[in-house]
Every structure is written in structure tokens, then in C-alpha cells.
């Protein structure tokens, strides 16, 4: 998405160079574009300029009316979607409707399409792998690329520990796992999580989920037991206090309040947060939380579970 302003950044760089030999103070400008010109994959500038958006038809047009009239005869309507796109192809940060409109596309897959749509080493190593072997099961059985990717997983993620990879379907499927890997660990039952927190829909998960009445409206009870604690939301504390003036209470508060009144911390397995609250607004907590947070949860042997399926791997472009 992103990547499609790289050749012009890379022109501007070459300007600013010539700027910066001229005039030294220019080079805090070179500094800027360098970062954004790292906007690129192994090295493959991802994209080029772009023209889009084009809109050929006032959409929805007439093939994409024609589908969204199947779709409510077919499709469940427990999905609920933002808008009528429907989309039909995509080639690094432009997509394209079923009619020919062209939009710049800031949803990728929401956020999960870190390279843009198609990209060619994605769709090639898509193909070989296709025409090769489509599926044998490593639940039961083992394959090479598999154990590549996660010696490579293990090797690019932060921590120099020991590591191992679970696959899995989905992000909702990665929390439940993730559940049940706390529970088995810790042999505690309990769970803490955050309101406003997103970790999907299914039975486990939409007990840490706690964004919107509707995603467990009707389905109670649902997996015992979860307490969720207020993000670190500083620019609505809920709280109403002040940044750094009140020393990080929203962590203290998870000891004094939670765990010392009426959560106990010798039955508490483990604690799900996103490191960036996605969903419930897009929070970014202050730099120091978590590390306050990971010390309090240390002192009880609570799990610091970390869910990146929105906020994860290679999203800053590194
Ligand atoms: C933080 C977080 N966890 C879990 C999920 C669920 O992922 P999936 O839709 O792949 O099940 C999401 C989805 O948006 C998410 O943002």
C-alpha cells in the first residue's frame, strides 16, 4: 500500500541530496525521506507511482448491484460489512470492483496484506507450492516448508530465548490455542484482558473481546472467567488523569484493585493484550506500560499473552 510512493520518494531523496551538499541544515529533511524510502520488501520496491483512483461507473455500479443482491439471498448476514465494495482484483495498493472502478486501498485485508495485493514472490511461491502439493495434514504428518517457515519465524521475531511456532487458520483460532496453552501451563483458570479488546468472535475468544455489546449479545454463558481491566488510553483516560503525572495508575490498578481484591493472581493464567488496541480505536499506550505491566504480571507468574494479529509482523515496514 504503502510502497506505491517509493520511486517518487526516491526522486525527491535525490534532490534533497543535492539540497543537503549545498546547505548541511537540509539534512534533517534527507533523514525524513530516507525512512520512507525504506518502504520497500527485501530490497523489491514494491510499487510505482500511482494514478488511481478511477471511478468509471458511480459505484456501487451495475455488476456489483447485481452481486450484492445474491449476496443477501446467499451469504449470512452474521458478517456485517462497511460498504458495498465488491472487489474483484488488486496489484500492490490499487484494488478494482467488479465494474472497473480503481481505488487506492488503505484497508488491506484489514491491515494483514503487508506487501499489497498480488505481490509476484507472494503469487509465485503461491503457484509452485500448488503445483507441487496442495495439502497432506502437519497435524498428522510433516513438511519441509513448514519447518522452514518456522525456523525462520523463530528467528525474526524479538527475544533471544528458545522458540516454538503453532500454526493455525485464523487469529481467532490462534487466541483459543493460546487459551488453552496458558491454561495447560499454569493449571489456573482465570483470564484478564482489556475492555475494548478485540480478539475475535469464536467461544473462547469472545470472552476476552469486549468491544461492542453485540459481539455477545445472546451467546452467554460464555467461557468462565475473564476480568477486563481499562486500556492505557491516555487521550480518554478512563482514569481522567494525566500522562505521566499519574505514574501509570491504570497498571497499579490491575494489582491494588484487581488481583489483590478479588481476581486471585495464584489463579490467574494469563493476561491477552494488544499491543496496540485495534478495534476499540486504534490506542497506542505510552511507551513505558507495558513494561510496568509485564513486572507486575512477572511477580504472580501471570502469562503476558500477546496478540499481534492486527498489530503484527512487518507492519512498520521493518
Ligand atoms: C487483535 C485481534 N485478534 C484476533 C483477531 C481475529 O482474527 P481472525 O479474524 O483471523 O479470526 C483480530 C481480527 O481483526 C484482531 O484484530
Known amino acids: 500500500m504503502i510502497g506505491c510512493w517509493v520511486r517518487e520518494r526516491e526522486a525527491q531523496i535525490d534532490r534533497i541530496d543535492f539540497f543537503v551538499r549545498k546547505c548541511p541544515a537540509a539534512n534533517r529533511y534527507r533523514n525524513r525521506f530516507w525512512l520512507e524510502r525504506s518502504w520497500t520488501f527485501e530490497g523489491i520496491v514494491l510499487g510505482t ?3 488511481q483512483p478511477r471511478i468509471v461507473v458511480s459505484p456501487p455500479g451495475p455488476k456489483a448491484r447485481e452481486l450484492l443482491e445474491k449476496d443477501e439471498a446467499y451469504i449470512s448476514h452474521s458478517a456485517v460489512r462497511w460498504y458495498p465494495l465488491v472487489a474483484e482484483s488488486g496489484s500492490g495498493c490499487i484494488v478494482k470492483d467488479v465494474d472497473g472502478n480503481e481505488y487506492v486501498d488503505f484497508n488491506s485485508g484489514i491491515a494483514v496484506l503487508n506487501v499489497g495485493h498480488s505481490h509476484p514472490r507472494v503469487v509465485q511461491a503461491m503457484r509452485d507450492q500448488a503445483q507441487k502439493l496442495l495439502h497432506y495434514s502437519w497435524t498428522d504428518f510433516y513438511y519441509k516448508p513448514l519447518i ?7 528467528k525474526i521475531t ?10 493455525s487458520n485464523s487469529g481467532a483460532e490462534a487466541v483459543e490455542a493460546a487459551m488453552k496453552a496458558a491454561r495447560w501451563h499454569t493449571r489456573r483458570l482465570l483470564f484478564l484482558a482489556y475492555t475494548g479488546a478485540f480478539h475475535s468472535r469464536t467461544f473462547g475468544a469472545v470472552g476476552l473481546t469486549a468491544s461492542k455489546p453485540v459481539q455477545r449479545r445472546h451467546f452467554f454463558p460464555l467461557v468462565p472467567e ?5 486500556y492505557p488510553y491516555c487521550y480518554r483516560c478512563p482514569f481522567h488523569l494525566e500522562y505521566p503525572e499519574c505514574s501509570l495508575w491504570c497498571v497499579d490498578f490491575v494489582d491494588e484493585e484487581v488481583l489483590k481484591k478479588y481476581h486471585p493472581p495464584e489463579d490467574t493464567a494469563a493476561m491477552f ?8 480505536g486504534y490506542v497506542v499506550p505510552p511507551e513505558d506500560y507495558f513494561q510496568r505491566l509485564k513486572k507486575t504480571l512477572d511477580k504472580y ?9 492486527q498489530a503484527g509482523l512487518g507492519r512498520t515496514g521493518k
Open 301 to 309: 507468574d501471570i502469562l503476558f499473552v500477546d496478540d499481534e494479529i
Open 273 to 280: 493484550v494488544e499491543p496496540v488496541q485495534g478495534e476499540g
Open 148 to 154: 522452514d517457515l518456522a525456523e525462520q519465524l523463530t
Open 49 to 51: 507511482k500511482v494514478e
Open 226 to 230: 475473564v476480568t477486563h481491566v481499562p
Open 158 to 167: 524479538p527475544g533471544t530465548y528458545r522458540k516454538k511456532v503453532f500454526f
